[in-house]
């Protein structure tokens, strides 16, 4: 039997590049997927998109925005859904003091100010610690830019409006990873230890050093996770 598909769906204003590694390590086994998520204003029209194109049964996994939109996946669809991993995210409804303060920063994307707006979204602390950071920073701000303003306008509205999805995660009883970087501050430890412990089929796996992005950060040790949590039997959700 052929390994099942994956499905990767990226963070806000990332692309196929956010999973560089991954495709590399899994792409000779099974056809990887890496569908655009910035095409409409909710999260749910984005996980109605991404089912019209995906195959019949896969597996998911998504990082930081592209988590949130695999739980919504995972909700309207579960029977299509083999396994899920989110990595660097968040189940919970944005709260409206954190979708005020996206305001500003559509207006200024809005009179052309996307790099401005990026380059101060990643702060230093955005990421872990090292070496490599620049690097990593450099990719995401050549992906963001490509992606371009149209795109972070409708990913700021859907993640305004995204629904909270403590529920669905309750309902899981698939083969799920919830991955997290030590040194993620946007989406910290201890929101992913509230969602594995929501989650029947959940293992919980922390990248150390690595911050909100241990694809790139931590490729090797995120691969291993990834194996492993592929490697699991795989069941219907309920």
């Not at 956010?18 to 495709?23: D, K, N, V, W």
């Amino acid at each position: 039997m052929s390994a099942e598909p994956l499905v990767l769906l990226p963070g806000m204003m990332c692309d196929a590049r956010l999973f560089g590694p991954q495709i590399t390590k899994f792409g000779p086994q099974r056809a990887i997927h890496v569908p655009p998520i910035g095409g409409f204003e909710t999260v749910e029209d984005i996980a109605e998109d991404i089912l019209r194109h995906a195959p019949p049964r896969f597996a998911l996994a998504g990082l930081s925005m592209g988590g949130i939109v695999a739980m919504e996946v995972v909700r309207i669809a579960p029977d299509r859904v083999t396994r899920l991993a989110l990595m660097d995210t968040n189940a919970m409804a944005e709260t409206p003091s954190y979708a005020a303060q996206r305001e500003p920063q559509i207006a200024r994307v809005m009179a052309g100010l996307l790099p401005e707006v990026m380059r101060e979204e990643m702060k230093p602390n955005y990421l872990a610690p090292g070496p490599g950071r620049q690097k990593v920073l450099d990719l995401v701000m050549e992906m963001a830019l490509d992606q371009g303003e149209g795109v972070f306008l409708r990913q700021s509205r859907a993640l305004q409006r995204r629904p909270d999805q403590q529920a669905t995660l309750r309902k899981l009883k698939i083969p799920t990873l919830v991955l997290c970087g030590e040194h993620d501050t946007l989406c910290p430890l201890a929101r992913h230890t509230f969602m594995a412990e929501l989650i029947e089929t959940a293992e919980l796996r922390v990248i150390a050093g690595a911050g909100h992005m241990p694809t790139l950060e931590q490729p090797d040790v995120t691969n291993s996770a990834l194996s492993d949590w592929l490697a699991r039997p795989a069941q219907a959700s309920g």
